[in-house]
């Protein structure tokens, strides 16, 4: 039987399987590959027809990752590392795809892979202690373990404008691409939000298209990407120091390997601090935000590094008008961080126009394009690069259920509760890799999805060793985790502006801030010592 054909039908009475992993990106790709090295059988389920997870899905012009390649990469094979060849400094979504299906043939995984095939359940069978994980072709596959590595930003958010049914031309979600090429020559074209997504597409849309309208809610802050090929005597240097570099980065806030600046900016003679700002401008990328360590912990010391950058937005935007309303008023780095290639300077393309929605929001999608402040702006394509429904949409839309029939969007109804957004309590067996309540998406993805995926794999193998089938939460132990988490993030800047991280970008969604905020390595020891605890506040049977 094919692999890519349903090697997972059959319907309940499959006790062979120990493990159910949902989802083939990074993070499912080397569960799987871990959990196969320690003889455990484990299956994925693949909604798309191929791994990359993320970089299946974002395929816009422009996507590409804003963690330097060298860094955005497994580190858990030596030679996989080193036989890899990035070509740039930041790697468009193209060569990121490419690597994950290397990294795929290069360890087989494609054989326990099944694609096409979307969970839309998972219950928990308490009779049989096992996971009965349904797909939407109807077929059930029951295992003891259940890994959700269905990613953070895997759920696109389309809002409901009105008559959104009613246009005529092409429309594309920034995180729904198609596979083909999308050729926006000599048509017109809106894009809707300028988040990280549009203010990668929009410089490429706008060199193709007769004539870009951008709707802004909200303008925001990117700095240049400065990328350019690698150089291979760069590239060599890292190989040869790759362990070095890794561990370094393991000791920083994000796992990147960043200079981090342990000085306040409040404490630096104005001319220092632009001086600092400059070098970390000129050399691009998001260790701008690393230049002082109050950045993000005082308003004050947040607005030099904002004043900074709208200095930059002015130099870069000819019309002071149009700079103004492109130039973000809010705390920098609240929202994350963009960095760009050539975004403010595409505005000053006379093909390109800017709609400030802020005051005045989007009133509807017409049979001919978009209509806001009284206006029809009639295009051939709209752009939604509307963001996603962040690290609980994905989950939340598979009907989950733990002991008892406890629904997890019942649980989750006042916003996630998680022991270290690894696993939850009324959820025996159940684990979720770079879940709410852990660092992900404020750290570079790679090495935090490692660490998880090499935490519950230990886990597997404690209860192995032992005889144990069942793992879960205590119900305290998780209450003491999401207070930490809440109280962490209330200390910092990032808890005061309508981020996807607070959820505040869906209708409806409860404002908690998701990420855990101490930091990589803080994080980590925590997870290591409740393993050397025996898994303390866990309860195993
Ligand atoms: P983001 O960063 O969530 O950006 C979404 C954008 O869409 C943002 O500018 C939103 O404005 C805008 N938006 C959302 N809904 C609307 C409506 N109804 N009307 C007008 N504008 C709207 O998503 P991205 O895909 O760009 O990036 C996600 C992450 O991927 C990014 O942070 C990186 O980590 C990679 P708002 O700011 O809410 O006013």
Redesign the pocket.
Known sequence: MNAQTNVGQQDGHDDILDVVIVGAGFAGMYMLHRLRGLGFKARVFEAGSGVGGTWYWNRYPGARC?VESVQYSYQFDDALQQEWEWSERYAAQPEILRYANHVADRFDLRRDMQFNTRVISAVFDEGRGRWVIETRDGARTTARFCIMATGC?SSP?L?K?EGMASFKGDHYH??HWPHEDVDFAGKRVAV????????QSIPIIAGQAKRLYV????P?YAVPAHNAPLDPAYVKEVKANYPVMRARAKQTMTGIDFDYSDVKALETPPAARTAEFEKRWQRGGLSFLGAFQDLMMSEEANGTAADFVRGKIREKVEDPKLAELLAPKNTIGC??LCIDIGYYETFNRPNVELID?SED??EAITEKGVRAKGQEYEVDVIVF????DAMTGALLKIDIRGRDGLQLQQKWSEGPRTYLGIAMAGFPNLFSITGPGSPS?LTNMLPTIEQHVDWIAGVLEHMRERGLTAIEPEARAEEDWVGHVGELAGRTLRYTC?S?YLGV?IPGKPRVFMPYIGGFPRYVERCSEIADKGYEGFSLS
Do not use: E, H
């Open positions: 804003d930003l958010n809002p404008f920034t995180g809707i939000g300028t988040g990280s997504s549009a203010v709707f802004q809610r909200t925001n929202k994350r929605v929001p989007v690069a509307t963001g996603f998406v309508s996807w970008n």
